[in-house]
C-alpha cells in the first residue's frame, strides 16, 4: 500500500499530465506554424532584399571605375548579364565595337600581293615577305591580327610548322574580341590551328576555357552559330576534364543567351515593372531590375535566383502549392520554405511517448528529480530572457530616441549652421550603425541558437578587418571623448577568414571597451603576430572584470551584476557572438583583467589553415 500510494500512483498521475501536457504542446505548435511559417517569409524577404541591393550596387560601382580596372575586377557570379537599355532595346556588348578606319594605300597592296603569291603561285616564302611589309603598315589591331594569321597560315604550307606558332599564340594573347569581315574572332582561327595541327593544345584549351569561364565579360558574339559551332568543336576534340567542363558551362551560356533574345521580345512589358523592383522572369527565374549606371544609359540587371535565394528556401516564377507570394519590391515571385526553417513538426513521436511514460512509471524518483531540475531550468531562462528583452529594448530605444530627435530637429529647419547640420547628420549615421550592429547581435544569435549561421571562409588580411573596424567606430569614439590607438602588424600573412564576421567581433569588443571605461578615456587595439597566431587585442582603462566572473563573461545572456554596471545597458549577447566567431575560424577568445585597472580582451587566430569556401555551425 506505501509503494502503491507513494509511488506507483504519483506515478501515474505524473504520466497522465506529461501526456497532457506533450499533446497541447504539439497542438500549440500547430497552431503557431502559420504564423512562424509567414514570420520566416518575411525574414527570407529581407534578406533577399539585402542580397540583391548589395549586388547591384557593387555591378554599379564596378562600372563607374576604369575600363582597365573594371577587366581587373570580376562581376558577381549570381548576375547573368547586365547589359545597357537603349530605346527599349538591349545593348549587347559586341554591338559596341567601333567601325574600323580604312587601311592605307600601302597594306592593300602589300596584303593583296602577299595573297596573289599565296594562292595562284604558291610562293610561300614570298607570299610571307609581302605579309610581313604589310604588317608593318597596320594601323588598326583587326589589320595587325589579319596578317599575323596569314603569316602563320604561309608558314605552315610552307613546313616551318614552329616559326609559325608564335603568331598564332601572339593573336591568342592580344587580339581578344577582333573579328574578320564575317564575324568571326581572329582568335578561333589561331586556336584551331594549335589543336588541329598539335602545336600547343594546352594554350589553346587555356583560351577557350577562359573564354567561356568569363562569358558574361567578353565582347565576342558566342550566340552567333558560326562562333559556337567553332568553340564546340574545338573543346570536343581536346577531350579534357576541363574541356568537358567549359562545354557544359558553354551550353549553359548559349541557354541564357536564347532566353536573353526571347527578353528581348517581352521588354516592353517587363521593363516598367522593373523599374519598379525585381521581377521574375524564365522557368529557374531570372531577377531583373533597371537601374542608373554610369555613364548614363540605365542597365538592365538579370540575377540568378538560385545563386541569392536564402539558405533552405526555393524560388519560383508561379504559384505553387506550398509558396507564399513576394511583394514590397518584388513582382511575380513565389518562395517555398523548407518546413524545419520555420516549424520542427511534431516534437515526440507516439512511441517516444509510450516509452517515456515507462521510464516514469519506473524511475519515479528520477524523473521527479529531473522534472524540478527542468522547471527550475526554465525559470532561469525565462528570467534571464526577460532580462534580455529589457536590455534589448532599452538598447534599441536609446539610439532610436536619438536618430528621431535630430531628425525632427533637421526637419524642423532648426540647425543653426552647416557644421551643425553636419554633426546631426553623422550623429545619426553613427546611432544607425549601433542599431544595426545590435540588430546583428541579435539575429546572429538567433542563427547560432538554430545551427544555421555560416561563415563564408576567404583569404583575408587581418590589417584591413582591424582598420575597418576603427574607421567605423572613430566618430562615436570621438564623440564620447575617446582616443582610439591602433597598432597593425603589416607582415601578418592573410589567412582563411569571414572578413565581415571578424569585423563584428572587433566591434563588440570596442563598444565593450566604451561602454565599461568610465573615466579611461583610452582604447587600444592591436593586431600581431604570437607563436604562430594572429592575435587581435582590444585594452581599454575601464572598471575590470573580477576573477571569479572572467569566466562567465563569455556564456550567453550573462552579465557582471555590480553597482557600477546595473545602469550600463547591455543585452550579454556581444562576448559570447565573439566566442562563437573566434572558434569558427579555428581560434580562441581569453580576457586579462584587473578591478580598478582595465581589460585586455584577445581574439587568438591560427595561421597557415588552408582556405576553404564556406563553413557554417
Same mark, same amino acid.
Given at each position: 500500500?506505501?509503494?502503491?500510494?507513494?509511488?506507483?500512483?504519483?506515478?501515474?498521475?505524473?504520466?497522465?499530465?506529461?501526456?497532457?501536457?506533450?499533446?497541447?504542446?504539439?497542438?500549440?505548435?500547430?497552431?503557431?506554424?502559420?504564423?512562424?511559417?509567414?514570420?520566416?517569409?518575411?525574414?527570407?524577404?529581407?534578406?533577399?532584399?539585402?542580397?540583391?541591393?548589395?549586388?547591384?550596387?557593387?555591378?554599379?560601382?564596378?562600372?563607374?571605375?576604369?575600363?582597365?580596372?573594371?577587366?581587373?575586377?570580376?562581376?558577381?557570379?549570381?548576375?547573368?548579364?547586365?547589359?545597357?537599355?537603349?530605346?527599349?532595346?538591349?545593348?549587347?556588348?559586341?554591338?559596341?565595337?567601333?567601325?574600323?578606319?580604312?587601311?592605307?594605300?600601302?597594306?592593300?597592296?602589300?596584303?593583296?600581293?602577299?595573297?596573289?603569291?599565296?594562292?595562284?603561285?604558291?610562293?610561300?616564302?614570298?607570299?610571307?615577305?609581302?605579309?610581313r611589309a604589310a604588317l608593318?603598315?597596320?594601323?588598326?589591331?583587326?589589320?595587325?591580327?589579319?596578317?599575323?594569321?596569314?603569316?602563320?597560315?604561309?608558314?605552315?604550307?610552307?613546313?616551318?610548322?614552329?616559326?609559325?606558332?608564335?603568331?598564332?599564340?601572339?593573336?591568342?594573347?592580344?587580339?581578344?574580341?577582333?573579328?574578320?569581315?564575317?564575324?568571326?574572332?581572329?582568335?578561333?582561327?589561331?586556336?584551331?590551328?594549335?589543336?588541329n595541327l598539335k602545336l600547343?593544345?594546352?594554350?589553346?584549351?587555356?583560351?577557350?576555357?577562359?573564354?567561356?569561364?568569363?562569358?558574361?565579360?567578353?565582347?565576342?558574339?558566342?550566340?552567333?552559330?558560326?562562333?559556337?559551332?567553332?568553340?564546340?568543336?574545338?573543346?570536343?576534340?581536346?577531350?579534357?576534364? =576541363?574541356?568537358?567542363?567549359? !562545354?557544359?558551362?558553354?551550353?549553359?551560356?548559349?541557354?541564357? %543567351? #536564347?532566353?536573353? &533574345?526571347? @527578353?528581348?521580345?517581352?521588354?516592353?512589358?517587363?521593363?516598367?515593372?522593373?523599374?519598379?523592383?525585381?521581377?521574375?522572369?524564365?522557368?529557374?527565374?531570372?531577377?531583373?531590375?533597371?537601374?542608373?549606371?554610369?555613364?548614363?544609359?540605365?542597365?538592365?540587371?538579370?540575377?540568378?535566383?538560385?545563386?541569392?535565394?536564402?539558405?533552405?528556401?526555393?524560388?519560383?516564377?508561379?504559384?505553387?502549392?506550398?509558396?507564399?507570394?513576394?511583394?514590397?519590391?518584388?513582382?511575380?515571385?513565389?518562395?517555398?520554405?523548407?518546413?524545419?526553417?520555420?516549424?520542427?513538426?511534431?516534437?515526440?513521436?507516439?512511441?517516444?511517448?509510450?516509452?517515456?511514460?515507462?521510464?516514469?512509471?519506473?524511475?519515479?524518483?528520477?524523473?521527479?528529480?529531473?522534472?524540478?531540475?527542468?522547471?527550475?531550468?526554465?525559470?532561469?531562462?525565462?528570467?534571464?530572457?526577460?532580462?534580455?528583452?529589457? =536590455?534589448?529594448?532599452?538598447? !534599441?530605444?536609446?539610439?532610436?530616441?536619438?536618430?528621431?530627435? %535630430? #531628425?525632427?530637429? &533637421?526637419? @524642423?529647419?532648426?540647425?543653426?549652421?552647416?557644421?551643425?547640420?553636419?554633426?546631426?547628420?553623422?550623429?545619426?549615421?553613427?546611432?544607425?550603425?549601433?542599431?544595426?550592429?545590435?540588430?546583428?547581435?541579435?539575429?546572429?544569435?538567433?542563427?547560432?541558437?538554430?545551427?544555421?549561421?555560416?561563415?563564408?571562409?576567404?583569404?583575408?588580411?587581418?590589417?584591413?578587418?582591424?582598420r575597418s573596424a576603427a574607421?567605423?567606430?572613430?566618430?562615436?569614439?570621438?564623440?564620447?571623448?575617446?582616443?582610439?590607438?591602433?597598432?597593425?602588424?603589416?607582415?601578418?600573412?592573410?589567412?582563411?577568414?569571414?572578413?565581415?564576421?571578424?569585423?563584428?567581433?572587433?566591434?563588440?569588443?570596442?563598444?565593450?571597451?566604451?561602454?565599461?571605461?568610465?573615466?579611461?578615456?583610452?582604447?587600444?587595439?592591436?593586431?600581431?603576430?604570437?607563436?604562430?597566431?594572429?592575435?587581435?587585442?582590444?585594452?581599454?582603462?575601464?572598471?575590470?572584470?573580477?576573477?571569479?566572473?572572467?569566466?562567465?563573461?563569455?556564456?550567453?545572456?550573462?552579465?557582471?551584476?555590480?553597482?557600477?554596471?546595473?545602469?550600463?545597458?547591455?543585452?550579454?549577447?556581444?562576448?559570447?557572438?565573439?566566442?562563437?566567431?573566434?572558434?569558427?575560424?579555428?581560434?580562441?577568445?581569453?580576457?586579462?583583467?584587473?578591478?580598478?585597472?582595465?581589460?585586455?580582451?584577445?581574439?587568438?587566430?591560427?595561421?597557415?589553415?588552408?582556405?576553404?569556401?564556406?563553413?557554417?555551425?
Amino acid at each position: 500500500m506505501l509503494f502503491l500510494v507513494a509511488v506507483v500512483l504519483p506515478a501515474a498521475a505524473l504520466s497522465v499530465l506529461t501526456f497532457r501536457y506533450l499533446h497541447q504542446d504539439e497542438e500549440m505548435a500547430r497552431r503557431l506554424e502559420p504564423g512562424e511559417r509567414r514570420e520566416a517569409v518575411e525574414q527570407a524577404q529581407r534578406e533577399l532584399a539585402t542580397n540583391l541591393d548589395a549586388i547591384r550596387l557593387q555591378e554599379i560601382n564596378r562600372r563607374a571605375q576604369t575600363k582597365e580596372t573594371r577587366k581587373a575586377v570580376h562581376a558577381d557570379p549570381a548576375i547573368v548579364f547586365a547589359l545597357p537599355l537603349e530605346k527599349g532595346r538591349l545593348v549587347f556588348p559586341w554591338e559596341n565595337t567601333k567601325t574600323p578606319g580604312y587601311p592605307s594605300s600601302r597594306f592593300i597592296a602589300n596584303r593583296d600581293e602577299g595573297q596573289l603569291r599565296e594562292f595562284q603561285s604558291r610562293d610561300f616564302l614570298a607570299a610571307a615577305n609581302q605579309y610581313r611589309a604589310a604588317l608593318s603598315e597596320a594601323r588598326q589591331l583587326s589589320e595587325s591580327c589579319e596578317m599575323r594569321l596569314a603569316l602563320g597560315r604561309v608558314l605552315l604550307k610552307s613546313g616551318k610548322q614552329q616559326d609559325a606558332v608564335p603568331f598564332f599564340r601572339d593573336i591568342l594573347g592580344t587580339c581578344g574580341a577582333t573579328v574578320d569581315d564575317q564575324g568571326m574572332p581572329f582568335t578561333l582561327y589561331a586556336a584551331e590551328r594549335l589543336i588541329n595541327l598539335k602545336l600547343d593544345i594546352p594554350v589553346a584549351e587555356e583560351y577557350l576555357v577562359h573564354q567561356i569561364h568569363d562569358a558574361q565579360l567578353r565582347e565576342i558574339p558566342y550566340g552567333l552559330p558560326i562562333v559556337e559551332t567553332m568553340i564546340r568543336s574545338l573543346l570536343q576534340s581536346i577531350g579534357s576534364i =576541363s574541356a568537358r567542363q567549359a !562545354l557544359a558551362e558553354n551550353d549553359e551560356h548559349l541557354a541564357n %543567351f #536564347a532566353q536573353m &533574345l526571347a @527578353l528581348q521580345k517581352d521588354l516592353d512589358r517587363l521593363q516598367p515593372l522593373a523599374e519598379r523592383g525585381w521581377v521574375a522572369y524564365g522557368g529557374e527565374p531570372w531577377l531583373l531590375k533597371v537601374t542608373p549606371a554610369p555613364p548614363g544609359l540605365p542597365l538592365l540587371l538579370a540575377i540568378s535566383s538560385s545563386k541569392v535565394a536564402p539558405p533552405e528556401t526555393k524560388l519560383f516564377p508561379a504559384k505553387t502549392a506550398r509558396s507564399y507570394t513576394l511583394d514590397r519590391g518584388f513582382s511575380g515571385l513565389e518562395i517555398e520554405l523548407d518546413p524545419n526553417r520555420s516549424f520542427s513538426g511534431h516534437r515526440v513521436s507516439g512511441v517516444t511517448i509510450a516509452g517515456g511514460l515507462g521510464v516514469i512509471l519506473i524511475l519515479t524518483v528520477l524523473s521527479g528529480f529531473l522534472f524540478i531540475h527542468g522547471v527550475n531550468r526554465d525559470l532561469q531562462m525565462a528570467e534571464m530572457r526577460s532580462h534580455f528583452v529589457a =536590455s534589448v529594448s532599452h538598447e !534599441l530605444k536609446t539610439p532610436l530616441t536619438a536618430i528621431r530627435m %535630430f #531628425a525632427e530637429t &533637421l526637419s @524642423l529647419g532648426r540647425t543653426a549652421n552647416e557644421q551643425s547640420r553636419s554633426e546631426y547628420l553623422e550623429t545619426i549615421v553613427s546611432e544607425s550603425e549601433r542599431l544595426g550592429r545590435l540588430v546583428d547581435n541579435v539575429l546572429d544569435f538567433s542563427k547560432i541558437e538554430q545551427g544555421k549561421k555560416i561563415y563564408r571562409m576567404r583569404p583575408t588580411l587581418l590589417p584591413d578587418v582591424v582598420r575597418s573596424a576603427a574607421r567605423a567606430m572613430q566618430y562615436p569614439l570621438a564623440q564620447q571623448g575617446f582616443r582610439l590607438n591602433v597598432s597593425v602588424d603589416e607582415e601578418l600573412p592573410p589567412l582563411p577568414g569571414d572578413a565581415d564576421a571578424l569585423e563584428q567581433a572587433i566591434l563588440n569588443l570596442l563598444s565593450n571597451a566604451v561602454k565599461y571605461s568610465s573615466e579611461g578615456r583610452q582604447v587600444d587595439l592591436c593586431c600581431s603576430r604570437h607563436n604562430g597566431r594572429a592575435v587581435i587585442a582590444v585594452t581599454d582603462q575601464g572598471i575590470g572584470i573580477a576573477p571569479g566572473d572572467q569566466s562567465r563573461v563569455f556564456e550567453k545572456f550573462y552579465r557582471v551584476r555590480a553597482s557600477n554596471t546595473d545602469l550600463i545597458a547591455g543585452t550579454g549577447l556581444g562576448l559570447t557572438l565573439v566566442k562563437h566567431i573566434a572558434q569558427a575560424h579555428g581560434g580562441s577568445v581569453d580576457v586579462e583583467s584587473s578591478p580598478g585597472k582595465g581589460s585586455t580582451f584577445s581574439i587568438r587566430i591560427p595561421t597557415g589553415k588552408p582556405v576553404q569556401r564556406e563553413a557554417s555551425t
